[in-house]
């Protein structure tokens, strides 16, 4: 029987791309998963998706994690409904990239509210569920907080503060009993990293297929990462064979990141 059989696992963004493959390994596992975004449409396509699997099928919520409001309506769906959270993963995110002369206050502060400050806020609402399980959270940052570049610095900029933020949340996490790692991601094979190669494009005068083949040929990799790279070390992060991992922040980037840090 599966450790995680009977387990809640929360998972933002996890109607498409990084989210959905955590999703569908959590699911695969036994667990009994949560699915947050913005889409009822890519919800329903992933949650009935996952139960054609043969797995459990997801609890769904169509929410702007932009607003504390959501956020708070996301912890009060967990707590009606399933009463118990064991993992939590904060993955979604939207930062734009761009030419940094044009980039906005305004779209700024939209990057950081969903994916810095919907980490942090989701993070304290489900402490006490989490703390209660003994369980994990995983942040899914990006490879940039490690290697930043001047077209993608609102992203860079927030995978850091997150990264910072994991890192002192851990430190909580072992008085509390919860394991708290996040995981940077390299170039992977999402809907997401489609539309950034977009707006490289457009800022640079360039076609996508020339931003994506320098992109890789940047990064010295042989392929872009699928989702299921990221899922099967989010699930194993959760596991009993990874609780004496805490505080870690681990590339899963093709061994793109240039420094030894």
């Not at 699915?35 to 702007?64: M, V, Y």
Request: proline fraction near 3%; aromatic fraction near 6%.
């Amino acid at each position: 029987m599966s450790e995680f059989k009977s387990k809640v696992v929360v998972i933002t963004g996890g109607s498409r791309g990084i989210g959905r493959g955590i999703a569908e390994v959590f699911a695969r596992e036994g667990a009994q998963t949560v699915i947050a975004s913005t889409s009822e449409r890519n919800l329903a396509t992933a949650a009935d998706a996952i139960e054609k699997s043969g797995a459990l099928k997801p609890l769904t919520a169509a929410l702007d994690l932009r607003k504390l409001a959501d956020c708070e309506t996301l912890h009060a769906l967990v707590t009606e409904k399933l009463g118990r959270c064991d993992v939590l993963i904060n993955n979604a995110g939207a930062t734009k990239a761009g030419n940094f002369l044009e980039l906005t206050d305004e779209t700024w502060f939209d990057g950081f509210m969903l994916k810095f400050f919907g980490c942090v806020r989701l993070s304290r609402l489900f402490w006490p569920m989490l703390t209660e399980a003994q369980g994990c959270v995983v942040n899914i940052g990006g490879g940039a907080a490690r290697t930043p570049s001047s077209d993608f610095l609102i992203g860079g900029s927030c995978n850091s503060a997150m990264a910072n933020f994991t890192k002192g949340l851990s430190r909580l996490g072992m008085k509390d009993g919860v394991n708290v790692n996040i995981i940077h991601p390299g170039l992977t094979a999402t809907d997401r990293v489609q539309d950034l190669f977009a707006q490289r494009a457009s800022a640079a005068g360039k076609t996508i297929g020339e931003i994506s083949a320098a992109a890789v040929a940047r990064d010295g990799i042989k392929r872009m990462a699928e989702p299921a790279d990221i899922a099967e070390l989010t699930l194993f992060l959760c596991s009993e064979k990874g609780r004496h991992i805490q505080g870690a922040a681990i590339p899963v980037d093709g061994g793109s990141t240039p420094g030894y840090y």
